[in-house]
């Protein structure tokens, strides 16, 4: 029974080129959530997707950044023209439903690096 | 705007110690609160949760307090071990036509052997 998946766990990038951070939820799982974290801080929340539907994005900053959880397949955090203040930790999370005492399950996390 | 935080950024205890984790919150509708722990390089993972309806929960050797009047969560670790080592965040969970979790800035608790 497989965890929260996330790849690539470490990411790369110059400065200009395009981050593509994946996570597959809990099987059954239909929420999927994403943090940021930068060292020594707590988690940022981002966005929050329900299938198809992005049902919270008031923590994703408005230019290049996008999220997307399609009907089949993992959800996509997706981050254009990267710079270096995109360097950090992005966690997922998923759970199978929403509300009070629904624990959202976490990915090990994508560090990217932006030189 | 609203906030988890936390009073101590870094906590040292000894070996078979108890440990005391603080966290603050400003302004909250939300009535539940659950306790986190990270160890370095993994994502959060959960410890234990409490409701506003009550001021306190027992789980393994943790215990988390909940004081609604001073708006203040503690987590309480009996007889520390090193696997304890790790970052501890508190957050809370709030409705904004989903539910969604608010993390606290986290304490790091070193076990001294």
């Known amino acids: 029974n497989a965890g929260v998946m996330q790849n690539p766990r470490h990411l790369v990038r110059r400065r200009g080129q395009e981050a593509r951070l994946r996570c597959s939820p809990v099987k059954g799982h239909s929420h999927v959530y994403w943090y940021r974290q930068l060292p020594e801080e707590g988690l940022k929340f981002m966005v929050y997707?329900?299938?198809?539907?992005?049902?919270?994005e008031s923590g994703m900053p408005k230019e290049r950044f996008s999220a997307e959880f399609p009907k089949e397949g993992p959800s996509i955090l997706r981050i254009q023209q990267v710079v270096r203040g995109d360097s950090a930790a992005y966690f997922c999370?998923?759970?199978?439903?929403?509300?009070?005492?629904?624990?959202?399950?976490f990915g090990q996390g994508t560090r990217l690096t932006v030189v | 705007g609203e906030s988890v935080g936390l009073h101590l950024p870094t906590l040292s205890v000894q070996e078979g110690d108890n440990s005391i984790i603080n966290c603050a919150y400003s302004n909250s509708a939300s009535d539940y609160f659950i306790w986190y722990k990270q160890e370095s390089g993994k994502g959060p993972q959960f410890i234990i949760d409490?409701?506003?309806?009550?001021d306190k929960r027992q789980g393994q050797r943790v215990t988390v307090l909940l004081n609604k009047t001073v708006k203040h969560l503690s987590l309480q670790i009996a007889a520390t071990q090193p696997g304890d080592s790790a970052v501890y965040f508190c957050a809370e969970i709030k409705n904004t036509g989903g539910f969604k979790t608010i993390f606290g800035a986290g304490t790091r608790l070193f076990v001294k052997a």
């Open positions: 999370a998923s759970s199978f439903d929403t509300g009070l005492n629904t624990e959202a399950f």
């Open positions: 997707l329900q299938k198809e539907n992005i049902i919270d």
């Open positions: 409490i409701r506003s309806n009550m």
